[in-house]
């Protein structure tokens, strides 16, 4: 079984700033790591995913995350937010058996922009 | 729009009633999955389909909630005799490979049982 930790469930950014949500994973076999995001209104919206190979994804609208096996993390991150980035983020993990069947999500981190 | 879609939106019922939600995926998808989020909390694996076969079932999955994909086309969800306890947004999502990571998820739909 996995389990997903999302430490902060919200975090408010000034614009132009940079900004790192957390995510740590527990699982007792190899998984593929996913963020997802939901903007208002919106359904659920793949932003990057890890499946194997470089540790360092990068994903839609400037965010890229790094997989820390050690540290069991997956630690969203962007240099520069934008008031359009405000929306919910969800980390998730499965089991590499499973491809993307079956996600654990986290609970997810309301990012807030602030003009 | 050729997403994901999810009929009803929103979904207000008084506790004991049958409510079903119907969900069309991507055309070309031949995986369909859904999942249940409550309120502060992420979604939750219920069930999936390739085509029309019914591959596995969560244990959140009690016996008063049925899914069917029949021709592997769209798919329904019932639920009987609702319960408090089953309000929350059920979301619907669709793939074409179970392998390349990408789940393409639908608006969801917002059961209230009163």
């Known amino acids: 079984a996995q389990s997903v930790t999302q430490l902060d469930s919200q975090v408010p950014v000034f614009e132009e700033a940079p900004v790192e949500l957390r995510c740590n994973y527990s699982s007792s076999v190899s998984v593929y790591l996913f963020w997802y995001v939901q903007y208002p209104n919106q359904g659920l919206q793949l932003l990057l995913k890890y499946l194997s190979g470089s540790t360092l994804v990068k994903g839609i609208n400037g965010f890229e995350a790094e997989f820390n096996k050690s540290q069991t993390s997956f630690h969203l991150r962007k240099p520069s937010v934008h008031i359009s980035d405000t929306a919910e983020y969800f980390c998730?993990?499965?089991?590499?058996?499973?491809?993307?069947?079956?996600?654990?999500f986290g609970t997810g981190t309301r990012l807030t922009i602030i003009p | 729009d050729t997403g994901v879609s999810q009929d009803p939106r929103h979904k207000i019922t008084k506790r004991g009633q049958n409510v079903t939600f119907r969900c069309d995926p991507i055309?070309?998808?031949?995986?369909l999955y859904w999942y249940r989020q409550t309120l502060g909390q992420g979604p939750e694996f219920l069930t999936y389909?390739?085509?029309?076969?019914?591959?596995?079932k969560s244990r959140l999955l009690s016996d008063r909630f049925s899914a069917e994909r029949p021709k592997g086309s769209f798919s329904t969800l019932e639920i009987q005799r609702t319960e408090q306890g089953d309000s929350a947004m059920y979301l619907c999502a669709s793939s074409f490979d179970w392998r390349n990571g990408e789940l393409f998820f639908g608006e969801g739909s917002r059961l209230t049982v009163l």
């Open positions: 389909f390739q085509n029309e076969a019914q591959l596995e």
């Open positions: 055309s070309e998808h031949n995986r």
């Open positions: 998730a993990v499965s089991d590499l058996n499973f491809g993307n069947e079956k996600l654990t």
